[in-house]
């Protein structure tokens, strides 16, 4: 069985700086770090929605934003948001596939509902969880209700993100995935 780290916790804790640091550290040491990040966007204070980044070319789109003036031109939405299907696909399947090719460790930040909602970033997280054949991290919704990749996830490492715990866990990955691109 491949590495598998799955991070989870509750929503703001600080699932993704833990790995957004497990990447610094990772990248600081010359390893080769792929895969799609989805940072929420703000402004003025307010979040307008999400990005979605290619890790290795720094490539970025929308993944979902608040529609201006409430009407959702596009035919996918989650909650009040409206998914960016074109750079979902151009960005983030892209990156998922690339990264498959090219990198030492593989990030899925996030594999959530709004993520999950687009069939051919499904499909690729999917291909991914089941081929990459080096250490992977995926971000894990607390209340991750797709059936087929909790099946596919079942074998991961899995460390839930607390307050308490969010500043020494980046080690602890870290010390997992240099063990595992050693051996």
Known sequence: ????????????VGKS???SKVIN?????GYKVGGIICPEER????????KIIDLLTGREGWLAKVPVGNVCPYSLTHGKYCIILSDVINVGV???KKA????????IDEV???ELKVPELRSEIINVLRSFSRPLIAVVHYRLRDFEIKNILRGCRYFEVT???RNYLPNEILKIILNSLRT
């Open 163 to 165: 307050f308490r715990n």
């Open 112 to 114: 959530g509902p709004m």
């Open 100 to 107: 498959s090719q090219e990198s030492d460790v593989l990030i």
């Open 94 to 96: 892209n990156a998922l």
């Open 25 to 29: 550290r990772l990248r600081g040491m």
């Open 1 to 12: 069985m491949y590495l598998r780290i799955c991070v989870t916790g509750r929503p703001g």
């Open 43 to 50: 402004v003025s204070g307010r979040r307008v929605g999400f």
């Open 17 to 19: 700086t833990v790995v």
